[in-house]
């Protein structure tokens, strides 16, 4: 049998030339070659800018002057919504036309400082917009802001109507931690130490709750410190009583010793 003659197959190159290559790119959906990385930076930018301003508006205003890019952004109404308004007093902003621009921007965008600022000057203050300031507080209050949680709830616990009091005393449980009530203390203190006062002891009065341990050691010596006085007390009673009192002190503008209570001890003083 005659061998059979073996025959090598060619074997074609798969690369295409040069020409065949750029046709088969632009081919390539418009889509795919525009992915919107501006878009993408743009939003970036923006979360930062917001990092930013919520820790120092100093620095947002430095951030702004770097670049137009910047500048640009800085304006969303999501930049006023998180900017930090520590420094801002609402009875000072209205000598400055600049400065009452800006605040009433970060009103409309949702802010929660200025909600809580203006809240407070308005019922506090401006009797005639009293349910104006209400329902500030009120917003402040429900989106978080402990605050405004604070101040509502206390206000709320002191109307002596029921139905507020109940109100009111689930606002103040949001404030899950000592430091929390201190550190709400102290910005009320900030905020109304620019706040015009009637000093009219009834304007708030405190309303204040029952201690259920009428037989324990009791003193009123702790109504005095504003700092560190929980450890001494009992009774979250007798802990929210001492916040009431300082409420009503602070934004009634009646002196603390006009008020006389005497709160239950902890077992060991």
């Not at 952004?73 to 000598?95: G, H, M, T």
């Not at 429900?142 to 405004?148: C, D, E, K, M, R």
């Not at 009111?168 to 900030?190: D, F, H, P, W, Y």
């Not at 504003?226 to 009673?237: I, M, Q, R, V």
Request: contains cysteine; charged residues 25%.
């Amino acid at each position: 049998m005659a061998p059979t003659k073996r025959t090598r197959r060619r074997i074609s190159s798969t690369s295409s030339p040069p020409n065949t290559v750029a046709k088969k790119i632009s081919k390539v959906p418009q889509a795919a070659s525009s992915f919107p990385i501006c878009s993408l930076l743009s939003d970036l930018v923006l979360e930062i800018l917001a990092c930013v301003s919520a820790s120092s508006l100093r620095d947002l205003f430095s951030a702004k002057l770097s670049c137009k890019l910047f500048k640009k952004i800085a304006q969303e109404d999501y930049i006023y919504r998180k900017i930090s308004l520590d420094d801002f007093f609402v009875v000072d902003i209205y000598l400055n036309a600049e400065a009452t621009s800006f605040f009433n921007r970060c009103l409309e965008c949702g802010n929660l400082e200025a909600l809580y600022q203006q809240g407070l000057f308005e019922y506090f203050t401006d009797h005639r917009r009293k349910q104006s300031g209400l329902a500030l507080l009120e917003k402040a209050a429900n989106s978080s802001h402990l605050g405004a949680s604070y101040v509502l709830g206390i206000t709320l616990i002191c109307s002596g109507d029921e139905n507020a009091q109940r109100a009111g005393l689930e606002l103040v449980a949001n404030i899950k931690t000592s430091l929390q009530m201190q550190e709400c203390r102290k910005k009320l203190a900030k905020s109304a130490g620019s706040l015009w006062k009637p000093r009219d002891v009834d304007f708030l009065k405190p309303k204040l709750l029952t201690c259920p341990f009428p037989d324990r050691k009791r003193s009123s010596w702790h109504l005095v410190g504003e700092e560190n006085g929980y450890d001494h007390l009992h009774c979250e009673s007798c802990i929210l009583n001492r916040e009431i009192i300082h409420v009503c002190r602070m934004l009634s503008g009646v002196p603390l010793n006009s008020y006389h209570y005497r709160m239950c001890l902890s077992s060991d003083n």
